[in-house]
């Protein structure tokens, strides 16, 4: 069993402001896609040109904040946003879902391409690549705020995470998705989108990518303790969030590859 290596969530306490790792995780990803954006912008195969960058970026973040919070209302606290309308407004008290954050940056794509007057699937394709980085550091801001740990296990690298009621030894599977969801992500989509491809195979690519890695993740990962497993006995709600992902990057994937043959 392997130390968990404590760190406090809170970055920077400053009175009663309390800034924690997990915020600053959010910045950091916002940073580097804009980064890798200003350094796609610079190709000419790409539908984004450079002095939209800024814009595009500040469009995904607000589809990121509105879209994961109303994801984790819809998919894993409907009933407490039933019973306490108020509560999706109480963004301090936690709760964001990656796939709600993925409709919600989709909105904002297609919002920014009409408002640019550039494609759709140039925005889509051009966002795709620079998202892995940011999931990756989210997963570590999980990691650090202990939050959505492993499934109890014996391997030698469990860990004990001191908030864990059971104080059981779990595996780190916040860093397990760090490593699948975000680097290995990003090192196969950024790499397979260096060349000019197709439309829609790059974010094709993206979803296929997340919602495989993301559903092998998920054997490893503790489920939520109100909501359980479900289909099947052993599936995840992520998991099943993770089914019309991939089929959805599946057709787009091979739908661009029809037309491009064409």
Known sequence: MIDYPVID???????????????????????FAWWLGVRRAGRVDTAVARDQVDDL????????????????????GLDRWA???????????????????????IAALWFFSRRKGVTFAGVADFVAPLAPLGLALGR????????LWGRPTDVPWGMVF??????????PS????????????FIAVWLFSRRPRPDWSV???????????RFAAEFFREPDAHIGFQAFGWMTRGQILCVPMFLLGVW???????NASR
């Not at 970026?57 to 904040?65: L, N, R, T, W």
């Not at 916040?174 to 992500?185: I, S, V």
């Not at 787009?252 to 029809?258: D, I, K, M, T």
């Open 57 to 76: 970026i500040f469009y995904s973040a607000i589809g990121i904040v509105v879209g994961g919070r109303l994801g984790y209302a819809l998919f894993y």
């Open 203 to 213: 974010a094709g690519l993206f979803l296929m990518g997340y919602g495989t890695l």
């Open 140 to 147: 570590l801001g999980n990691f650090i705020g202990q939050e």
């Open 83 to 105: 019973s306490d309308p108020l509560w999706v407004f109480r963004v301090w008290e936690g709760g964001m879902a990656f796939h709600g954050g993925l409709l919600g940056v």
């Open 252 to 258: 787009l994937f091979s739908h661009a590859y029809r």
């Open 174 to 185: 916040q860093l397990y998705q760090f490593a699948l969801e975000g680097c290995l992500l």
């Open 162 to 171: 001191p908030r864990d009621p059971l104080a059981l030894p779990r595996h």
């Open 9 to 31: 969530p809170v970055a920077v306490s400053l009175g009663p402001l309390q800034i924690h790792w997990y915020g600053l995780t959010y910045l950091a990803g916002l940073f």
